[in-house]
């Protein structure tokens, strides 16, 4: 098993955990804003002094790789690295759109033949979204969406989709079909990546300390048709 530090800071939340043989033992959040150059570091500490007192050794690193917001991620994302480098350790990047599915799963909110749609808010009508299944494989790439009462029709058609995150609430209204479900409350917290990290580590699906950037929302816009921007 592992032990591994947790950062999540993709939103206005910024959160940090620590799991011990897929259990957490440390987790500290602030709701507060856009605050995380400022707590991050405090919080972090917290986390080191915790386990260097029960003389826990870590194994990882596991930080929100995006999308997410561009301020946060970098913020996150150094933090990670730096502790990788000071204390050798390995970096795990965990996608934000996937780490909302986790508490969906672990309460299990949704049927078996669900669909899943985390959702980052952007602006206006636009989201970035991914659609997965119960098991987390992508049924759709994450991608940005102008949201319609189209976009999602074709999954909505076949059976339920749970809609969720910071983007969704504002969609249901357009989206206005029978099979389409909001579940409120659903943020990216450290506290859920334990799942996600603990499997990518132990596939050996780690980033490369030196060269590793997370997956800002600015390379979604970049994407994006000229006549959206």
């Not at 799963?105 to 602006?123: G, I, N, S, T, Y």
């Not at 999954?155 to 409120?184: Q, T």
């Amino acid at each position: 098993m592992s032990t591994i530090l947790h950062i999540e800071t993709s939103t206005d939340i910024c959160s940090v955990a620590v799991s011990e043989d897929s259990q957490v033992i440390f987790q500290q959040e602030d709701h507060n804003g856009k605050n995380h150059a400022e707590q991050l570091g405090s919080m972090v500490d917290e986390a080191l002094s915790f386990t260097d007192s029960h003389a826990i050794p870590f194994d990882a690193v596991a930080v929100s790789c995006g999308p997410g917001s561009y301020t946060g991620l970098r913020i996150g994302v150094s933090m990670a690295k730096g502790i990788c480098y000071g204390r050798d350790l390995k970096l795990i990047a965990v996608p934000t759109l996937e780490l909302l599915c986790v508490p969906v799963l672990l309460r299990e909110m949704a049927e078996d033949d669900a669909l899943l749609c985390p959702m980052l808010d952007a602006r206006r009508m636009e989201v970035y979204a991914g659609i997965y299944n119960r098991a987390l494989k992508p049924t759709r790439e994450v991608g940005a969406d102008i949201v319609t009462a189209e976009t999602y029709r074709d999954y909505l058609d076949k059976g339920p989709v749970y809609f969720f995150g910071n983007g969704a609430k504002k969609c249901m209204d357009i989206i206005n079909h029978p099979n389409a479900h909001l579940i409120e409350g659903i943020e990216p917290l450290a506290k859920w990546m334990q799942p996600l990290a603990e499997r990518r580590l132990l596939n050996g699906d780690t980033e490369d300390v030196a060269y590793y950037t997370p997956f800002y929302l600015k390379d979604f816009v970049a994407k994006m048709p000229k006549k959206v921007l």
